[in-house]
């Protein structure tokens, strides 16, 4: 049976582009194969803030942050809880893999294709509030100058180049339908031919098919993304330990992050593990301007917004604004609703709110030095203040009996009372004007701005909301926002797919989401941030060297 090429990679998202480019620069060719148009090059990382998970790097050391591969590493298990013998094996070996990387080449790797790193360092996932729980023990966040697109371009250029160089053959709009198997050997993919698209990216397409195809290859490696994209899919795989499935979500990611790789792998005789593991936010507010169905967009806030659930109980410690994602996710899916409200003020929007994604952070996309001046100035950010004028989610009043009425009046549903809502916001403010207290999530703000990037861009002086001068005051209803799927195809460390019973599935390789970023679910229960663009790298590498070097 003839090759078409020596390896086939299925999707052409952040992970598929990372193997190709591996793959290519050792000299092998690659048919890569995509269901989307040549405009989605890249999949969901272009979308992506473009952070990064570093440990120890120089832009830490330069802030005073002393961080070490043990202490991240710590904070990794802490987080990832892991606690399943069979389907953990590999994850927990990943898992340190990944923080040595992270701790070592890493940056020297992205730094050699051109990437470059912005001089501040966010604090994702501050934690669960004890020395051992979930979360970032200093910060980790690194902000790639230029946001996902620059991460997909450092990558994509390459793949291009060895396109132009005869070594790489794309087919787009080509929907991989089967795995072929022989003496269980995977040699190749079966699939449809779906008619040709001109949406711009992330705009659902067309699913009508007008062919099929066939190719063989000595191996095919499986980069095609999570289910994030189909809320039937991720409710059907729902943690039980998560509490009820929710009944209204927003799609953070496109239709096309469909999850089908999964069962097609499976079928092949692929082992599928911690399907139930997932990563979904809680911060999420419906896009203004959609690009596709139910599109979502996350709030990155700082620490000093209020937070209620949606009867106006404020949500308890340490569930803060940047704090510990999953166990918020399960203490509102508690409450019996599925969205809470921040409660916050002008000065406190302009100086804390940021918007995942790389469209609405144009100064850091552009790689604009002249628009980052913007995010010092007065002003919120202009993508941010378009979504408090236009934004479904937002209520602007100039006092708080009226913001209330006016949240009421939002959600259809009287569950807030005034005089309860003004109680907790006089009882926290109280707080504000001491230098002392018992209130943690103040003792949060205050200790934040003693991080100096967390102080110049990042958390705003701490006040009352009801202070003059700082209004007028806003409430942004806040809903559950579908992402990232934390399990999948299980791998060994050279990305090869596992068997159900152990053994390696020859010829068959998976990197990216939907090997759960390494090893069917490298983050556990629980992800650090700044882990998934980096885990489609290091998963994308780890397959495109080991296949370089074994192919005959």
């Given amino acids: 049976m003839a090759s078409d090429a020596d390896v086939i990679v299925v999707g052409a998202g952040l992970a598929g582009l990372v193997t190709t480019y591996e793959l290519t620069r050792a000299g092998r060719s690659v048919l890569l194969v995509e269901q989307e148009n040549a405009d989605n090059l890249g999949g969901q990382a272009h979308w992506s803030l473009g952070g990064l998970f570093l440990v120890d790097s120089p832009e830490q050391r330069r802030l005073g942050v002393r961080d070490s591969y043990e202490l991240a590493l710590r904070d990794w298990n802490s987080s990832a809880a892991f606690d399943r013998p069979e389907t ?154 998560l509490g009820r499935k929710p009944e209204h979500m927003l799609t953070g990611v496109p239709a096309h992050v469909d999850g089908r790789m999964l069962d097609i792998g499976e079928r092949a005789g692929a082992s599928v593990v911690n399907r139930d593991r997932m990563w979904h936010y809680t911060e999420g507010i419906t896009n203004w301007d959609p690009v596709w169905p139910g599109h979502g967009i996350r709030i990155l806030p700082g620490p000093s917004s209020m937070w209620l659930d949606a009867t106006g109980e404020r949500l308890p410690a340490p569930y803060f604004p940047g704090f510990d994602n999953m166990g918020t996710l399960r203490h509102i899916l508690g409450t019996g609703h599925d969205y809470t409200w921040f409660l916050l003020d002008q000065s406190i929007l302009e100086k804390e709110f940021a918007l995942s994604g790389s469209e609405q952070n144009p100064d850091l996309t552009d790689k604009s030095p002249r628009k980052l001046l913007s995010r010092v100035r007065k002003g919120a950010p202009g993508p941010v203040e378009a979504f408090k004028r236009h934004g479904v989610d937002f209520v602007v009043r100039d006092n708080l009996r009226d913001l209330v009425d006016g949240m009421n009046e939002l959600t259809g549903e009287s569950l807030l009372d005034p005089r309860a809502v003004r109680e907790r916001v006089v009882a926290r403010d109280a707080e504000m004007s001491r230098p002392y207290g018992k209130d943690m999530q103040v003792s949060a703000i205050r200790a934040a701005r003693r991080f100096i990037s967390d102080r110049a861009i990042r958390v705003a002086t701490p006040h009352g909301l009801l202070d003059s001068g700082n209004g007028p005051l806003i409430a942004v209803r806040l809903r559950l926002l579908t992402r990232k799927t934390l399990g999948g195809l299980e791998t060994d460390l050279d990305s090869q797919v596992m068997r159900p019973d152990g053994s390696a599935f020859e010829g068959l390789y998976a990197a990216g989401e939907v090997a759960g970023f390494g090893g069917g679910g490298v983050h556990g229960y629980n992800a650090l941030e700044g882990t998934f663009l980096g885990g489609c790298v290091f998963s994308g590498r780890s397959a495109g060297r080991a296949l370089a070097r074994d192919l005959g």
Avoid: C
């Fill in 88 to 241: 953990d094996h590999w994850p927990r070996r990943w898992a340190q893999a990944y923080v040595e990387f992270a701790a070592g080449e890493k940056r020297s790797y992205l730094r050699g294709l051109g990437m470059r790193f912005m001089p501040f360092v966010g604090w994702a996932e501050r934690g669960g509030g004890t020395a051992s729980s979930h979360g970032n023990s200093v910060p980790r966040f690194h902000f790639g100058w230029g946001t996902g697109p620059e991460i997909v371009r450092v990558f994509a250029d390459r793949v291009r180049e060895a396109e132009r160089a005869g070594l790489v053959r794309v087919r787009y709009r080509h929907r991989v339908d089967e795995l072929l198997t022989s003496d269980g050997v995977a040699h190749g993919v079966r699939g449809s031919v779906l008619r040709p698209s001109s949406e711009r990216r992330g705009v659902a397409s067309s699913r009508e098919v007008v062919g099929d195809f066939e190719h063989h290859a000595q191996a095919v490696v499986v980069t095609s993304g999570g289910i994030g994209g189909d809320q039937e899919l991720v409710r059907r795989n729902w943690p039980a330990w």
